[in-house]
């Protein structure tokens, strides 16, 4: 194996929160509701990704998961630290190289691939509100994604309130 390769990740470790500073060239920006997926996601997951930072404690990639990492129930989860590892660049292009390839290849999740996930979901039986949860989807998207008709989805959406929505009232008239 090539050493080069593997040594960022043998060097892992959990530091300070504190300790760690953003850089200041990230182009990327996420919405609260993705932050608020984030979180979910680590709750739900765990913590799989580390944030990559230069040998200063600088940012590299992972901005997001160390500025949802202080907010509450995970900071005190995670007692006030994040893992990291470090990664060494001979300049700062280097590291500018490394932020924007770290976001750029996460890419886009494609229309088609996600029909299919919210049906297999829904037809195990998972609920609006859970798929909902768990994607960071409004019901309004999950429906979108969904083979459901207009009224079948808010049928599923009231099942079990005893007053009607007002989406379902609104449909009514």
């Known amino acids: 194996m090539d050493n080069k390769l593997i040594k960022p ?3 892992i470790q959990w530091v300070d929160r504190e300790e ?3 850089n200041s060239y990230n182009p990327n920006r996420v919405s609260k509701q993705n932050l608020e997926l984030l979180k979910q996601s680590i709750l739900s997951n765990g913590w799989t990704l580390p944030i990559v930072i230069r040998p200063d404690f600088t ?7 160390w500025t949802i990492a202080g907010e509450e129930p ?14 060494e660049h001979k300049d700062k292009a280097g590291n500018i ?3 924007v390839t770290h976001n750029r290849a996460r890419g886009t999740h494609l229309l088609e691939p996600m029909k299919a996930i919210v049906k297999e979901l829904m037809d195990e039986g998972k609920t609006v509100q859970e798929i909902g949860k768990q994607l960071g989807m409004r019901p309004e998207e999950v429906f979108r994604l969904s083979d459901f008709s207009k009224e079948d ?21």
């Open 74 to 87: 995970l900071y005190s989860m995670l007692e006030g630290k994040v893992p990291v590892v470090i990664v």
């Open 9 to 11: 990740l043998s060097t």
């Open 153 to 173: 989805f808010l049928k599923m959406m009231s099942a079990g309130v005893e007053e009607y929505s007002k989406a379902e009232y609104i449909t009514k008239i």
């Open 20 to 22: 760690i500073k953003p």
């Open 59 to 65: 940012i590299i990639d992972g901005f997001h998961r």
């Open 97 to 99: 190289y490394g932020t």
